[in-house]
T-cell receptor
Framework: SQQGEEDPQALSIQEGENATMNCSYK?????LQWYRQNSGRGLVHLIL?????REKHSGRLRVTLDTSKKSSSLLITASRAADTASYFC??????????FGKGTRLSVIA | EAGVTQFPSHSVIEKGQTVTLRCDPI?????LYWYRRVMGKEIKFLLH????????ESGMPNNRFLAERTGGTYSTLKVQPAELEDSGVYFC????????????FGPGTRLTVT
């Protein structure tokens, strides 16, 4: 299985601080995607990084990918209370379906 | 443009009963996926439709689960008979391309089997 595993499982920070979440996986991938789930809502796609990319930015989000270590990190800068959610990484290999990790619960305290 | 919609948002049924979940993908998306998240565990793939055909149903847990996508539009996922371990959130997603592309998720259906 190429299951993604997020680390930490839960993270609590103050508003304005940066939040870093990590994801590890087991096999070769085509791309890695990060999703967010607000309480009671569906999954929202945040960013996709391909296996030949090392870093990608989108607004306050920065994603890195290290294929040699089979790991990725998601950095949220200048966090806001609205960033409180669960964050999941999901990997794709070939045309296989997304394989999700268990997620990181982020709490941003105002 | 309307996103992926799912119905119902929440269903509470007794063990042994039948429940049917519905997913309406984004118009024009040939690919439709079902996932579920059992409490405290990771989100797991159930199956994938390309139009009305089942492309991959390797994640379906057992034959109590039946998914259909008649006409290649909306899809239903029927659980019959429901068991306690079926409780969780069932997500539907759709995409233009295959899994390597961005999938758009619905809000999910929370299923509680008592």
């Amino acid at each position: 299985s190429q299951q993604g595993e997020e680390d930490p499982q839960a993270l609590s920070i103050q508003e304005g601080e940066n939040a870093t979440m990590n994801c590890s996986y087991k096999t070769s991938i085509n791309n890695l995607q990060w999703y967010r789930q607000n309480s009671g809502r569906g999954l929202v796609h945040l960013i996709l990084i391909r296996s030949n990319e090392r870093e990608k930015h989108s607004g306050r989000l920065r994603v890195t990918l290290d294929t040699s270590k089979k790991s990725s990190s998601l950095l949220i800068t200048a966090s806001r209370a609205a960033d409180t959610a669960s964050y999941f990484c999901a990997t794709v290999a070939g045309n296989t379906p997304l394989v999700f990790g268990k997620g990181t619960r982020l709490s941003v305290i105002a | 443009e309307a996103g992926v919609t799912q119905f119902p948002s929440h269903s509470v049924i007794e063990k042994g009963q039948t429940v049917t979940l519905r997913c309406d993908p984004i118009s024009g998306h040939d690919n439709l996926y079902w996932y579920r998240r059992v409490m405290g565990k990771e989100i797991k793939f159930l199956l994938h439709f390309v139009k009305e055909s089942k492309q991959d149903e390797s994640g379906m847990p057992n034959n109590r689960f039946l998914a259909e996508r008649t006409g290649g539009t909306y899809s239903t996922l029927k659980v019959q008979p429901a068991e306690l371990e079926d409780s969780g959130v069932y997500f539907c997603a759709s995409s233009l391309g295959l899994a390597a592309y961005e999938q758009y998720f619905g809000p999910g259906t929370r299923l509680t089997v008592t």
